[in-house]
Each structure stands twice: as structure tokens, then as C-alpha cells.
């Protein structure tokens, strides 16, 4: 089946400061990705929607700013929390997919990313 | 407005039970996809099954079987025989065309117990 990496697997960072996570997919050419984060014993929420080449589309709420997408290429894209905060805090989790277009196509997901900041 | 309910939120259970989790949704698209997603402990989703709105068959996969009910609105999940290894958090998903947004339950966790 299709494998999404993500890296780092954990980060601890001090407040103020960025980080960035990729997100790649390692034996297919995603034209979407896709970030969500999960705050303990909670769902997925939708961040943004990445379609390579172009600007990411962010969900309500969601800071720019704050999230920066990167969709560069077909197998990466990276999310940078910039200045983080404690509230920042999360499970970062992306996903990809093979085609662009319509909700039959299956997400695969990375392993997560769990950001602590202090 | 696009939602998935599951109104369990903790399940626990002895090993070898049955046990089923279930997923509501509401959309007023004709065209959806419904899925389910297994996260164990580790965190990294599992994909189980994916359904579209036009195929309104049941499914079973070894020790797994869904129940898809357009009429109640309604994508149950069964695990036959359960086993400690089934213990994870379980996601049910309302994937709408076009759009592409994945709406995500709130997840039901299944403790199985020895």
C-alpha cells in the first residue's frame, strides 16, 4: 500500500521558536496532502488542504501566518508552526492522496508528528 | 452542515466479544464516501474500509463487518470476536466529492480486555 513519512516523529521546542515538519509520500506522487491536528482524546481536525504547485487552502480559523504549508513538490510538503506557543501543542498528522478531484480517494496517513512546546 | 456522530466513546469489552461502533452522519450530498480508521496506541491511522454513498452493500473482512443503512444514515462497524490486538482508538469519516474535506467522528476507544 501507499507509505506517508513524516519527520520528526516528536519535537520539543522553546516558545517563540519555529518548527518545521515534512511530510512525504514514499512510493507515490500525491497531487494532494492534506494537515490535521489532535489535541489529546480528540479528533482530527482538518488544518489545510495542499495541492501541489499552488496555495494551500486553510480551514476556518486556522492561521496562516501562524501554519505555513509548503506543497513543493509531489511527494513533499511541510508544515511550519512559526513562533510557537504552549497552545501549539499538538499532534500534527498528514495525509495524501493518490488523485485530485473527488472524495473517493483514500487518504493515507503519516505516523504524526506530537509537537510539545514549553 | 456535514457531520459524523459517534455517540460511544469508550467501550470496553473481555476478549472474544462481539462488539459494534457505531457512526451516524449527516450530508446533504448525494455523492459521499465513508470510512473508517483504526489508531492504535502508536497514533498513525490505520484505513479500514472506504464506502460510497451509491453501494449500500455490507462488507465483511475476516473479523470485521460494516453495516451501511442510507435510510437511518448510518455506517456501523462490528468486530467479531474481539481481541486485545483491536484495542485503539476507531474513527468513522464523511468524505464529501468536489470538496474533498474529510469530516471526522469523534472517535470511539475500545478497551478489550483479557
Known amino acids: 500500500g501507499a507509505v506517508v513519512s513524516q519527520h520528526p516523529s516528536w519535537v520539543i521546542c522553546k516558545s517563540g521558536t519555529s518548527v518545521k515538519i515534512e511530510c512525504r509520500s514514499l512510493?507515490?506522487?500525491?497531487?494532494?496532502m492534506f494537515w490535521y491536528r489532535q489535541f489529546p482524546k480528540q479528533s482530527l481536525m482538518l488544518m489545510a488542504t495542499?495541492?501541489?504547485?499552488?496555495?494551500?487552502?486553510?480551514e476556518q480559523g486556522v492561521e496562516k501566518d501562524k501554519f505555513l504549508i509548503n506543497h513543493a513538490s509531489l511527494t513533499l510538503s511541510t508544515l511550519t508552526v512559526t513562533s510557537a506557543h504552549p497552545e501549539d501543542s499538538s499532534f500534527y498528522i498528514c495525509?495524501?492522496?493518490?488523485?485530485?478531484?473527488?472524495?473517493?480517494?483514500?487518504?493515507?496517513f503519516g505516523p504524526g508528528t506530537r509537537l510539545t512546546v514549553l | 452542515a456535514q457531520k459524523v456522530t459517534q455517540a460511544q466513546t469508550e467501550i470496553s469489552v473481555v476478549e472474544k466479544e462481539d462488539v459494534t461502533l457505531d457512526c451516524v452522519y449527516e450530508?446533504?450530498?448525494?455523492?459521499?464516501?465513508l470510512f473508517w480508521y483504526k489508531q492504535p496506541p502508536s497514533g498513525e491511522l490505520v484505513f479500514l474500509i472506504r464506502?460510497?454513498?451509491?453501494?449500500?452493500q455490507n462488507e465483511i473482512s475476516g473479523r470485521y463487518s460494516w453495516n451501511f443503512q442510507k435510510s437511518t444514515s448510518s455506517f456501523n462497524f462490528t468486530i467479531t470476536a474481539s481481541q486485545v490486538v483491536d484495542s485503539a482508538v476507531y474513527f468513522c469519516?464523511?468524505?464529501?466529492?468536489?470538496?474533498?474535506?474529510?469530516?471526522f467522528g469523534a472517535g470511539t476507544r475500545l478497551f478489550v480486555k483479557a
Open positions: 450530508t446533504r450530498d448525494t455523492t459521499y464516501y
Open positions: 464506502r460510497n454513498s451509491f453501494d449500500e
Open positions: 512510493d507515490f506522487q500525491a497531487t494532494t
Open positions: 495542499s495541492n501541489e504547485g499552488s496555495k494551500a487552502t486553510y
Open positions: 495525509s495524501a492522496t493518490l488523485n485530485r478531484g473527488n472524495g473517493a480517494d483514500t487518504q493515507y
Open positions: 469519516a464523511l468524505t464529501l466529492t468536489g470538496g474533498f474535506k474529510t469530516i
